[in-house]
């Protein structure tokens, strides 16, 4: 990736992280959505977006898990109520699906995380708790263009 892609990330990341802040300290509009989740689930619910940014508010009910995946694109989120994990993973090797544990943050409301679309940027997100939580996702894509933000998903050899 040449440095001026990484630039325009960069760029991005910091006004997605702005943007967030404000959600994150008044999440009055976001939790007014209504959006829930059942236990074990997520659903998510489009927000606002152009041909470069994509942003959706998630629920996520206790127990909820996405995938182990990383992004083609910056992605960055905010956390409006309750509190998640956010796991990070390496591969076992360059390319490989299997993937192991490296890092793990409690990503409590206020909370804002980046990941960058290069390595590392491998990462799962649960609720680990029992009540339901809320998140804001900003993405770099256009999803009108593309499916999804997510690059690949992987398989965790040793899981916590
Ligand atoms: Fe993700």
């Known amino acids: 990736m040449s440095?001026?892609?990484?630039?325009?990330?960069?760029?991005?990341?910091?006004k997605a992280q702005r943007l967030?802040?404000?959600?994150?300290?008044?999440?009055?509009?976001v939790l007014s959505l209504g959006l829930v989740a059942?236990?074990?689930k997520y659903e998510k619910r489009f927000l606002f977006g152009d041909g470069m940014t994509s942003a959706w508010a998630f629920a996520w009910g206790a127990g909820a898990s996405t995938p182990i995946h990383d992004h083609h694109c910056p992605c960055v989120v905010g956390v409006v109520d309750?509190?998640?994990?956010?796991?990070?993973f390496e591969p076992e090797d360059e390319?490989?699906?299997f993937v192991r544990l490296a890092k793990a943050h409690d990503r409590p409301r206020g909370a804002i995380t980046a990941l960058r679309p290069r390595r590392p940027?491998?990462?799962?997100?649960r609720n680990i708790g029992?009540?339901?939580?809320?998140?804001?996702h900003i993405y770099g894509f256009n999803h009108k263009a593309v499916a999804t933000s997510v690059d690949r998903e992987y398989l965790a050899r040793e899981l916590s």
């Open 3 to 14: 440095t001026l892609a990484i630039s325009v990330d960069e760029l991005f990341i910091d």
């Open 20 to 29: 967030l802040d404000v959600f994150v300290s008044d999440p009055t509009d």
């Open 38 to 40: 059942e236990p074990g």
């Open 82 to 88: 309750g509190t998640v994990l956010e796991e990070w």
């Open 95 to 97: 390319g490989s699906e």
């Open 121 to 125: 940027n491998i990462h799962r997100i």
């Open 130 to 136: 029992s009540d339901m939580a809320m998140t804001v």
